[in-house]
């Protein structure tokens, strides 16, 4: 069974990067795509990006600007980060699996880390 | 604002069924047979429960259903039981650029 664990602050100030990693046991991270999404309080889910196991990426345009993502399969982990954070960016952000040949659905999530942003 | 328009709320008795409606554009929801659906439980990840519109993963129970007409996607619970209640929120492929988008989610009631 894949697990993927969530880790990284769980506050950070405004304007300054919000910086998560997943890591991936039971499973392999190659030829996966590893994804990001957030989920403020009590609202619905936003897909952030992801990123192939080769290093490919693709961003919500929305966040494009601000996002970031690496992977390093030695490590079995993937990272996100997000530049300039307001208090929009205030929510639980989860790490995701899709198989390479799924089309926009996850199958195996994190549990989810909260991160606040505030002075 | 979510992309994808779902009810905030849904409810059924114990075996009864229960449909939950998810209705975006012909960019989305209409325009491609990649319909999702995920299961959260107060406090608990998303649950993958439907994909491809009506597909289910391993160990999904045939009580969840999938179906679109047009710009609206329709997950069914039948046979509602108490576990089934929980956060729905629906998914759609939205073309090479944005991807994938959300719904704002249902919250589903066993009575």
């Known amino acids: 069974q894949v697990q993927l664990q969530e880790s990284g602050p769980g506050l950070v100030r405004p304007s300054e990067t919000l910086s998560l990693t997943c890591t991936v046991s039971a499973y392999s991270i190659n030829n996966y795509y590893w994804t990001w999404i957030r989920q403020p309080a009590g609202k619905g889910l936003e897909w952030i990006g992801r990123?192939?196991?080769?290093?490919?990426?693709n961003y919500n345009p929305s966040l494009r600007s601000r996002v970031t993502m690496s992977v390093d399969t030695s490590k079995k982990q993937f990272s996100l980060r997000l530049t300039s954070v307001t208090a929009a960016d205030t929510a639980v952000y989860y790490c995701?699996?899709?198989?390479?040949?799924?089309?926009?659905?996850?199958?195996?999530w994190g549990l989810g880390i909260l991160v606040t942003v505030s002075s | 604002q979510s992309a994808l328009t779902q009810p905030p709320s849904a409810s059924g008795s114990p075996g009864q069924s229960v449909t939950i409606s998810c209705t975006g554009t012909?960019?989305?929801?209409?325009?491609?047979?990649?319909v999702s659906w995920y299961q959260q439980h107060p406090g608990k990840a998303p649950k993958l429960i439907i994909y491809?519109?009506?597909k289910r993963p391993s160990g999904v129970p045939d009580r969840f259903s999938g179906s679109k007409s047009g710009n609206t996607a329709s997950l069914t619970v039948s046979g509602l039981q108490a576990e089934d209640e929980a956060d729905y929120y629906c998914?759609?492929?939205?073309?090479?650029?944005?991807?994938?988008?959300f719904g704002g989610g249902t919250k589903l009631t066993v009575l």
């Open positions: 491809d519109v009506t």
């Open positions: 012909s960019s989305d929801v209409g325009g491609y047979n990649y």
């Open positions: 998914s759609s492929y939205a073309g090479s650029n944005s991807y994938v988008v």
């Open positions: 995701a699996r899709a198989d390479e040949l799924a089309v926009a659905y996850f199958d195996y």
């Open positions: 990123i192939f196991s080769s290093g490919r990426t």
